[in-house]
């Protein structure tokens, strides 16, 4: 491992080429006018919070409804940075119901090629894998439209699970 110097050099570096802050602002714009637009087109099926920036790593705000509230749970719209893709997490308000809740989804189709427990999340499902951000207006109804279906499916699991 190299020492805080060698990274701090590397990251001056980049800095000062400018891409990563352009990118990195473009990309935070972007999940912010995402939740305004999901917040004011599905409204009647979910409430949506704020806007979470992350450490260059996970751009999010979470979304919940009655149902989900009820169970201490919500869901979350995550940017990866490091993998550039938009993905549904799951999350407990507590470690004592995500756990509860883990033991149930680890054995379904949401985690079935994981071994472990998600670091943050109960389930973590791929929405887009490689969004085209040449197109922001498709992207946004694309991952709409994908959220819709996503979120239907994790909230009938739990409905299946019959966990309060």
């Not at 990274?7 to 400018?18: D, H, W």
């Amino acid at each position: 491992m190299n020492d805080l110097n060698y990274y701090v050099n590397s990251y001056v570096e980049q800095l000062q080429k400018g891409d990563i802050q352009k990118a990195y602002t473009a990309l935070v714009k972007y999940v912010a006018r995402l939740g305004t637009t999901l917040s004011r087109n599905l409204s009647g099926n979910y409430s949506f919070g704020s806007l979470f920036q992350g450490y260059m790593d996970y751009t999010y705000f979470y979304y919940s409804n009655d149902f989900l509230k009820k169970r201490k749970l919500k869901l979350g719209l995550v940017l990866n940075h490091a993998k550039m893709q938009i993905e549904i997490w799951l999350l407990g308000q507590t470690i004592a119901i995500q756990e509860k809740y883990w033991q149930f989804f680890k054995a379904t189709r949401w985690n079935e090629n994981r071994t472990t427990k998600p670091q943050y999340a109960i389930l973590e499902a791929v929405l887009i894998e490689s969004p085209d951000f040449s197109d922001l207006d498709s992207l946004t109804l694309q991952i709409e439209e994908r959220l819709i279906v996503i979120s239907s499916e994790i909230t009938d699991d739990i409905k299946k699970s019959k966990l309060t």
